[in-house]
């Protein structure tokens, strides 16, 4: 059985005071950076390797870098803590039981991008989440972790945690920017991207909440401790979900590379008595792996190779009772809602997915049907706006790409051959 976990950021989730200042320490790693070059900063997590955990995997530090200097504007952080996409829960554990490395990871990069004034754009749902993040503002503002002159070092820096109303489409950087701005929650035409103009029309720094509450472990232990970890080119850990039909799941920590195998090793594998059929590496927005990806490196790089991609490491697990043409419709289903409505091929195609998916599954379809999703999701893909109607294609294309033959049984007998009235199991017919 494989032990590779990386504690780091979930090192003190068991311990009961966790989420207080006092049970996450003295914000020794914010002190530290804030004696340093802002520059300095910038370079070590550049050599760190650290790249963008929220799910496109751009590189961290090169981003900061991108923030011109002495352009007499104000700089800005926002914190992606939006976390909407289905599978996808490890930034709002995170928030629950380590609020205070986010807050210190704020300090951190603030100061790095000079910027004064920083956001968590927080998801509104999760109101518990919020208050949690309320009390540890408030905490480090009582320390003089935040507000005027941080840690007598004469640099000041304002943080408001922000909810936002519930929008997936809100997690994407520009929607999540005009949502802020108190617009309704759209992408921007890109470019400018933020870094040039983003929040107000100043440069702004979008990051995931991972992704910035990793930087105050690589400004306490190095950045080649950091490179230490991982494979050549996805360096460090990251935070993997597995949900679904597995006998213990939850968050696990471990270097990026590891593989399913591994994770099930540590989780007690799939549910007792039952095997597994098909999962996400990413959440549901990235295609289907099947049983023969169990030894993928789940990397940014060997993931891509394979077909799908990492996205935020949500793997969410199915075994073979489910039927996947109903899992399919139920994303659909979700991005449908979704579409923010501002480009067509997102707009239109998700709702005709969705109405010739609800046919398939009834078993009232036609294998024309299976063409015309196809088709559907082609005219989606890379046509859209955002990368949302990219990710409303990908269950459609790996669906059929593995498991076209159970597409077919479902107008072959007239209905899901999962449905317990006629079926038990697929494979029963
Ligand atoms: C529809 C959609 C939803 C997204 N939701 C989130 C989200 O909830 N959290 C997040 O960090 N990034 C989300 N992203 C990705 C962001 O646009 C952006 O890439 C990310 O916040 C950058 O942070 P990173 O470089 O630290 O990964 C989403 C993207 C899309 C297209
Ligand atoms: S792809 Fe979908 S969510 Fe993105 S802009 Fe177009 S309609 Fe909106």
């Known amino acids: ?16 005071n966790s ?8 914000y020794d790693a914010a002190k530290k950076a804030l004696g340093m ?5 910038i370079q070590a997590v550049k050599d760190s390797g650290l790249r963008g955990r929220g799910g496109a995997g751009f590189p961290t530090g090169m981003k900061w870098g991108f923030i011109p200097q002495g352009d007499g504007k104000p700089h800005y952080l926002v914190v992606n803590a939006d976390e909407s996409e289905p599978g996808t829960c490890k930034d709002i554990p995170l928030m629950m039981a380590n609020p205070h490395s986010l807050v210190e990871g704020i300090i951190i990069t603030s100061y ?3 910027a004064n004034h920083a956001f968590i754009y927080v998801r509104g749902e999760v109101l518990h989440v919020i208050r949690r993040l309320h009390a540890a503002v408030r905490e480090a503002y009582e320390k003089g972790y935040l507000g005027k002159d941080v840690f007598g070092s004469g640099y000041d820096l304002d943080l408001v945690v922000h909810a936002g109303a519930g929008a997936y489409i809100c997690g ?10 108190g617009r309704r929650g759209q992408p921007r035409l890109k470019p400018p991207f933020p870094a040039v103009a983003g929040l107000y029309a100043s440069p702004t720094v979008v990051n995931n909440v991972e992704s910035i509450a990793s930087v105050p472990s690589i400004v306490t232990n190095g950045a080649d401790w950091f490179a230490g970890m991982g494979t050549e080119k996805s360096k460090g850990f990251g935070i993997f979900s597995l949900s679904g039909h597995v006998t213990r799941p939850g968050q696990f920590e471990a270097p990026l590379g590891i593989t399913l195998r591994e994770l099930l090793d540590m989780a007690g594998g799939i549910r007792a008595g039952h095997e597994l059929k098909f999962w996400t590496p990413g959440g549901s927005s990235t295609p289907i792996f099947t049983a023969e990806h169990m030894d993928v490196p789940l990397d940014f790089e060997q993931v891509g190779l394979k077909g799908s991609m990492l996205g935020t490491r949500a793997l969410q697990i199915f075994d073979e009772t489910t039927c996947v043409v109903r899992t399919v419709l139920r994303w659909t289903e979700f991005y449908a809602h979704e579409s923010c409505g501002k480009c067509t ?5 998700t709702y005709w997915l969705k109405q010739v998916l609800k046919r398939l599954e009834a078993g ?10 196809t088709d559907i999701a082609d005219n989606i893909l890379g046509r859209s706006f955002c990368a949302l109607g990219d990710g409303a294609a990908s269950p459609i294309h790996s669906s059929v790409k593995y498991f076209r033959d159970e ?3 479902h107008f072959e007998v007239g209905g899901c051959p999962f449905d317990a009235k006629k079926s038990t199991v697929w494979g029963d017919q």
């Not at 989420?19 to 003295?26: A, D, V």
């Not at 994407?172 to 701005?181: K, Y």
């Open 407 to 409: 597409y077919l049984k």
């Open 1 to 16: 059985m494989s032990t590779t976990l990386t504690p780091v950021l979930t090192a003190n989730w068991d311990q009961p």
């Open 364 to 373: 009232q379809g036609t294998e024309e049907d299976l063409s015309t999703i």
């Open 345 to 349: 091929p997102c707009r239109e195609g």
């Open 37 to 41: 070059d802002p520059d300095a900063v």
């Open 19 to 26: 989420f207080t200042l006092e049970g996450y320490g003295p």
């Open 112 to 114: 790095a991008i000079r």
């Open 172 to 181: 994407e950087e520009t929607a999540l920017l005009d949502s802020l701005e």
